[in-house]
């Protein structure tokens, strides 16, 4: 049975992957292999979502880290930190 989710990008996110899509995954990722999952795909997505970006995640609007499981339904929110001045 697979799992389908929101996704959402913010901010300079936004600008290169665009505000949103649905995906379908396999059920039991966490955010951290949706994350691989995203940047195998290359492209625009591999070099936004890279390792060595510093980005939060949110899941379901709860800021949330990496090892959290993705459930059915979920909305993920992908965004660079922000700093206020």
């Not at 059920?27 to 070099?47: F, K, M, N, S, Y």
Request: with cysteine; charged share 20%; aromatic share 4%.
């Amino acid at each position: 049975m697979a799992t389908t989710i929101t996704l959402r990008y913010f901010a300079s996110l936004r600008e290169a992957l665009g505000p949103s899509e649905t995906l379908t995954l396999t059920p039991g990722l966490t955010l951290g292999e949706l994350r691989d999952q995203l940047i195998a795909r290359g492209g625009r997505h591999a070099q936004a979502l890279a390792r060595g970006r510093a980005l939060r995640c949110a899941l379901n609007q709860v800021m949330a880290d990496e090892t959290a499981p993705v459930p059915d339904g979920a909305e993920v929110a992908f965004f660079p930190p922000v700093t206020g001045g």
